[in-house]
């Protein structure tokens, strides 16, 4: 079966830097794009960024654009959002999610997603 397991999620102080991490099994690990979505209470579920499945191609929302890398490990199955010069308004619930596409090709939208993780936790104090 498909598991994507984030990790990484913590307080953390305004400006500061946090590494967020995604294993993924029961799925081929370079067969997808994967992303990451983040949902603030009150809020819509947003697009964060997507990496394409060959590590080519990524693609970043405006709003975290030049503070957060993503990149993947295919030899470890995993995924990472590196998040520098946080803010408060970061603060959600973090989701990986795998999406079968073609080569160079990454997408903003969650109903391209096929596996999701269950999501960890990002506080930005002020």
Known sequence: QVQLVESGGRLVQAGGSLRLSCAASGLTFTSYSMGWFRQAPGKEREFVAAISLNDVYTYYSESVKGRFTISRDNAENTVYLQMNALKPNDTAIY????????????????????YWGQGTQVTVSS
């Open 95 to 114: 989701y990986c999610a795998a999406d079968r596409k073609p080569v160079g090709v990454v997408s903003p939208h969650p109903p391209d997603y096929d």
